[in-house]
């Protein structure tokens, strides 16, 4: 299979499982006529972005990666050579210093998350296709502060692992990840995931629980963001017969390695388009995400109950950040702006939009970004792009109030 057909990630998670096993002949006419169907992937040429405090004041390792620098996309083969890049970002100044290769192998290692827990090590993962006998795994390592190596990569979380996205909860990460393919349906009928998985270990590198989140069941794309003492689970559910998801969430105690509070909280979900955050100032899980056409935003609290909720705002964008401000979040739109909201204990609401200072929408990609908060109160977003890091700025103090149509009234 690794001979026969290359690694594009322009085919969701390669179509691992539902190809394995045909002959290298079908697997040339399937990949020549996905290619003649869709226009080239985005995610070819850079994939998947985070960042952690550095050991610095007011310091930030942003960790991306990207098919080189300038990315170049896939190569003559059609696989994806991206590497794992690592620059510092200065909250004084905004200045993103020159990116360094952090992580270099051939065959792709996207998309990229990182999560630095209570004592300063700071976790990388991704899935990764240099020397996978599965075609892909998802592998990890573990850094201190400095990003010098404690249980360096490639640790392997799951042989044919992907997908995976980690928080820290404590002192512990979490890998939420998922595994399997099965052909048909989903996005342009290339099939769905086969389940999500949990894996928590300790700021060793040492695994503390392997749990099952959905066995072997059309799951997948899975989400995560830890709290205090919890951790939200976001992921997708596949609907025969629909072009659109369930979004499921449930919440982990990474200390026992229980799961509570599974349910289906939205149905006809855009496949992809979800992300999730924590608010520490008021203790609550922010997640937003598209349905039925429109933006949605949610309020969850660690032990999975719905606090508040915005039923329709203008949609978000596929695996962009969420950036928290003391009880402020802020998000990208579809359109190009930046959503505001309001956020309380018991409360949400879409409070502003904001452009670009330089008053342009801004190209958002669905290959991933992230909002940087300056010192002086501004934000800088880092957004991916087939041209590479692109950083835009927004200034809070101009965001404009909502309009009775972008909150559907």
């Given amino acids: 299979m690794e001979h ?16 394995l096993g045909l002959a290298c002949l079908t697997c040339t006419l399937a990949a020549a006529t996905l290619a003649q169907a869709s226009a080239p992937d985005p995610r070819q040429y850079m994939h998947g972005i985070g960042a952690v405090p550095a050991t610095a004041a007011n310091t930030f390792n942003v960790f991306f990666s990207a098919s080189g620098l300038p990315p170049r996309g896939a190569d003559r083969n059609g696989s994806w050579p991206h590497d794992v890049y690592v620059a ?11 990116p360094r290769i952090f992580i270099q192998k051939p065959e792709a290692q996207e998309p990229v998350t990182v999560a630095r827990n209570r004592t300063g090590q700071v976790m990388v993962s991704f899935e990764d296709g240099w020397n996978a006998p599965e075609n892909v795994t998802q592998r990890y390592g573990i850094y201190n502060t400095a990003l010098r190596p404690i249980k360096p990569y490639p640790q392997q979380v799951e042989s044919g692992g992907h997908s995976g996205h980690i928080t820290a909860v404590g002192d512990r990460f979490v890998v939420f990840y998922s595994d399997g393919w099965i052909n048909g349906g989903g996005v342009d009928n290339l099939g769905s995931g086969n389940g999500v998985y949990v894996k928590v270990y300790d700021g060793r590198g040492r695994r503390l629980h392997d749990i099952n989140i959905a066995d072997e069941r059309r799951e997948w794309w899975p989400m995560i963001a830890g709290g205090n003492t919890r951790a939200l689970l976001a992921w997708q559910q596949f609907v025969p017969g629909q072009s659109e998801a369930n979004l499921k969430i449930a919440v982990l105690d990474p200390v026992s390695g229980r799961v509570t509070g599974e349910q289906l909280l939205h149905k006809h979900l855009q496949y992809y388009t979800y992300s999730v955050a924590w608010l520490p100032a008021v203790e609550r899980f922010l997640l937003v995400g598209v349905a039925k056409g429109n933006g949605f935003a949610d309020l969850i609290d660690s032990e999975g109950k719905l606090r508040a909720s915005i039923s329709c705002m203008p949609a978000t964008v596929r695996e962009a ?12 739109a579809a359109d190009g ?3 505001q909201f309001a956020v309380g204990p018991d409360s949400l609401t879409l409070s502003g939009t904001l452009m670009e200072t ?24 880092l957004s991916l792009t087939e041209k590479g890091l692109e950083l835009l700025r927004f200034d809070p103090a101009k965001a404009q ?7 559907c009234r």
């Fill in 4 to 19: 026969c057909m290359p690694r594009p990630t322009s085919l969701p998670f390669r179509l691992r499982h539902a190809l």
């Fill in 88 to 98: 510092q970002w200065h909250a004084d100044t905004g200045v993103l210093d020159a």
């Fill in 321 to 332: 950040g969420i950036t928290i401000s003391d009880r402020t979040a802020y998000t990208p």
């Fill in 337 to 339: 702006r930046l959503l």
């Fill in 358 to 381: 330089g008053e342009k929408p801004a190209q958002w990609r669905p290959v991933g970004s992230i909002g940087l908060l300056r010192t002086s109160g501004s934000l800088d977003w």
């Fill in 401 to 407: 109030p909502p309009s009775a149509v972008e909150q």
